[in-house]
Every structure is written in C-alpha cells, then in structure tokens.
C-alpha cells in the first residue's frame, strides 16, 4: 500500500533530512492497512495487534524479523504519531504505539576492535598503500569523531576551522 499524499507535503517539513521523510512514509505504508478509516482510529489494541502480526509474517527473504526490528518500527511509530499527527498537524489527540510493549530482545553484545587489532589493520594500509597518508588519516578521523562515512566524505574545506573538523547539524545525526 501507499503512503497518502496528504501526508508528503507535512512530512516533508524544513529540517527533516531525505532518510527521516522515507523512513516515516515506510512507516505509514506498513501502517495504513491497519487504520483503513485514518490513524485517528487506531486504538492501542489494534497498535499491539499490529505488533504481532509483524513478528508472525515472513519477510521478502521468507524469514521472521528480528525482535530488535519489530522493537525499532514500534519506536519509530510512536515518535511518527507524536511529533506529526498529533503535535505538528493535530489529526489525532492519543498516541496508540505509546503503551505498545515492543517484543523482549536479547542484549546485544558490543563489538569492538582491540589496540592490537587497531595496530594491526594500520600495519596492513601501510603495506598496502604505503607511504601515501590519507587512508590513515581518513580512518583516524573517523575513528577519533565517531561519525558515519558519508559524514566524512561529506566533508568540504570550509568545515575545517581554526584546526578542528565543524560539522554542521543537518549533516550528522550525533
């Protein structure tokens, strides 16, 4: 199903980045079937209904989806309803996905590479790229600012500012 129209243009608020508008208009596609008469109309029995149904249908790959997955679409719903349905554009006064137990997950355990990995993986790029400093640079900037790939390689000269990196809002999440 699609997304209604209606609701492109006050998604597509200022300030709202391209991967959050598709993300809420997935949201609202998954959604849709199970509001048919609008989201007002939506009650929290229908929200946990909905929950369970998304853990017992097979996806495109024919496998069950995660916990951790379900759980995240809860979260994203109940930030859609609140901040456009309710609080932006005032079509509905109740948030159904607020009391929806997302499914129990199991802990997931930190990965995280060692020193002697670290010295290790730059001991390979400088085999295999020798003395040519930037693939070490690149990865020490990534590794020391904590930020995504397509935020360092969104970088342009201007961010550079009395010797530190400046990354403006709009361009990373953190």
């Avoid at 997304?3 to 959050?20: I, Q, V």
């Avoid at 932006?88 to 355990?109: C, F, G, I």
């Avoid at 590479?113 to 900037?141: C, M, N």
Wanted: with cysteine; glycine share 6%.
């Amino acid at each position: 199903p699609k997304a209604p129209k209606s609701l492109n243009s006050p998604l597509a608020t200022p300030g709202t980045r391209p991967a959050t508008f598709d993300y809420s208009l997935k949201l609202t596609r998954w959604v849709a079937p199970a509001c048919p008469e609008g989201p007002a109309s939506l009650t929290e029995e229908q929200a946990a209904a909905w929950r369970d149904r998304m853990m017992m249908t097979p996806g495109r790959r024919k496998k069950l989806p995660s916990a951790h997955y379900v759980a995240s679409l809860i979260g994203g719903l109940t930030a859609l309803w609140q901040r456009w349905l309710i609080d932006d554009l005032r079509l509905v006064k109740e948030n159904p996905w607020r009391n929806v137990e997302p499914p129990k997950t199991d802990q997931l355990a930190v990965k995280f590479a060692t020193d002697e990995q670290i010295d290790h993986f730059y001991k390979w790029i400088a085999a295999r790229f020798g003395d040519w400093p930037f693939p070490k640079l690149f990865l020490s900037v990534k590794a020391h600012t904590g930020c995504r790939l397509m935020d360092l390689c969104s970088l342009r000269s201007a961010q550079l500012v009395s010797g530190r990196l400046v990354f403006p809002a709009d361009l990373t999440k953190g």
